[in-house]
């Protein structure tokens, strides 16, 4: 048979790889529950015409069609997008089709967490693929959602990652009052286009984006001077504010971005210290969302860009009847996971889920090594029996391979049973009722890899 091909942008990891991930997956869930956030599961395709209604990236959405589709109206060329599936690109676009189709249903505001797999038809490189698990953290309101929610949301996505293993990471904020109050105190009409500018700066550089402000804003250059100092803006703590002052900033709209921001800061601070910072440059995402928006680095790893982001926005759905604002942060968790495997900062305490291996003498006894471990795992200690009765070296060998800790060896003909501990050597008697491995043993931990820093 000839060697199959990987397809490039759908990663399967091996067995040790994906208790990484699942780890990862485990830990946002336990987290997000902890907080009384609720997992949801939306199917995974909509209607073409609903994934497409901004128009944004329909060269990315993967559509459904049978091999053998019936013949009918979009013979004659023409596509009834209404009609035709396409499997999801974000969790988004399903959240709101899901709160208006639920909404007599579901009690808001909607504390909602969901981890899925979404598909998009982009370029496959390095932590970017095709197929992909993304996970959702969103709090939806009926008409009003609370500001201080913003700093709730922000704050479970920090507790998630703090759990994970990764080097230091910092949650960078700014709000859409603050940064369009500042460029209409200083007689900057067309915030959009501002904004649009400064998001090029991790890109092309100061130099560059200063003759965007110039050419493309209509900015003077004071002005565009001043765009610059303001995205270069970076505190801990609320003296950005007096920063920003000190710039010319002034305005009822900038004041209240101000204290929009500092609240943030300082709930999240007080929460999971030394993870927040107000950050001026970050405008990505600022033509839609209308409050704080949020981007995460992870420190020796900018290269992967934000590893987390999101914000406030107050138009996710809207019916004749209500509408529906939100808080949300999203983890790229596939391409998360794939950074702490390329680099090593993340593995498994063991390769394999079992804790023990228990032997079978011979074909004749294999019912005792059975009963043996219906005990074990009956009190959730994770187990298998070894596939074929050979001489015992040979059974510790296959453990030792598959990274099993322990052998339990049944006593035949009246016989103790006696369990190995084939790291050390260590053997004794026990009983397959009572006997507990080493905490560290019981379960499969996720430990810090040679890839993280020394603290």
Not at 264 to 281: H, K, N, T
Not at 398 to 427: L, M
Request: hydrophobic share 40%; proline share 5%.
């Amino acid at each position: 048979m000839a060697k199959i091909a990987a397809l490039s942008g759908f990663p399967e990891w091996l067995p040790a790889e994906r208790l990484v991930e699942q780890h990862v997956i485990d830990v946002f869930r336990e987290v997000a529950e902890l907080h009384g956030f609720s997992g949801i599961e939306t199917r995974a395709v909509e209607p073409l015409d609903q994934l497409l209604r901004k128009g944004e990236i329909d060269k990315e959405v993967y559509v459904l069609r049978r091999l053998h589709a019936e013949e009918d109206g979009a013979a004659a060329g023409r596509e009834d997008r209404s009609r035709t599936l396409g499997l999801h690109f974000d969790l988004t676009v399903p959240l709101a089709r899901y709160v208006l189709e639920h909404q007599n249903d579901l009690a808001f505001p909607l504390r909602r967490f969901q981890i899925q797999k979404v598909w998009r038809g982009e370029r496959p490189q390095d932590g970017r693929f095709r197929e992909f698990y993304q996970a959702d953290l969103d709090v939806i309101g009926q008409d009003s959602l609370p500001g201080h929610i913003e700093a709730e949301v922000a704050t479970v996505m920090a507790e998630i990652l703090d759990r994970l293993p990764l080097p230091q990471f910092t949650i960078h904020a700014n709000t859409r009052r603050l940064s369009e109050g500042f460029f209409r105190s200083i007689g900057l009409e067309d915030q959009s286009a501002v904004l649009r500018s400064l998001d090029k700066l991790p890109k092309i550089g100061a130099d560059a984006v200063r003759d965007l402000l110039l050419s493309e804003t209509g900015a003077t250059a004071e002005q565009a001077q001043a765009c610059l100092d303001f995205a270069a803006i970076r505190t801990r703590d609320g003296s950005f504010a007096q920063q920003v002052r000190e710039l010319g900033g002034s305005g009822e709209m900038l004041e209240q971005g101000i204290a929009e921001l500092t609240a943030v800061l300082e709930r999240v601070e007080a929460a999971v210290p030394g993870v927040i910072m107000a950050d001026l440059s970050i405008a990505r995402g600022l033509d839609y969302y209308t409050g704080t928006v949020f981007e995460t680095f992870v420190a020796g790893h900018e290269s992967l860009g934000s590893i987390c982001s999101g914000g406030r926005y107050d138009s996710l759905a809207a019916d004749n009847r209500h509408t529906y604002p939100g808080v949300g942060l999203s983890i790229g968790l596939s391409r998360l996971v794939s950074r702490l495997l390329s680099a090593h900062l993340a593995t498994p305490s063991r390769a394999v889920p079992t804790c023990v291996l228990v032997s079978v003498a011979n074909e004749e006894h294999r019912g005792l090594s059975d009963t043996v471990a219906r005990s074990l795992r009956g009190r959730g200690i994770a187990c298998e029996v070894a596939p074929a009765a050979a001489k015992f070296g040979k059974q510790i060998r296959y453990a030792d391979r598959r990274g099993i800790p322990f052998i339990w060896f049944p006593g035949t003909d009246g016989g103790a049973d006696e369990v190995k501990d084939i790291r050390n050597g260590e053997q004794s008697v026990a009983d397959a009722a009572a006997w507990e491995p080493p905490a560290e043993d019981r379960t499969v931990r996720i430990l810090p890899g040679p890839g993280m820093p020394s603290s």
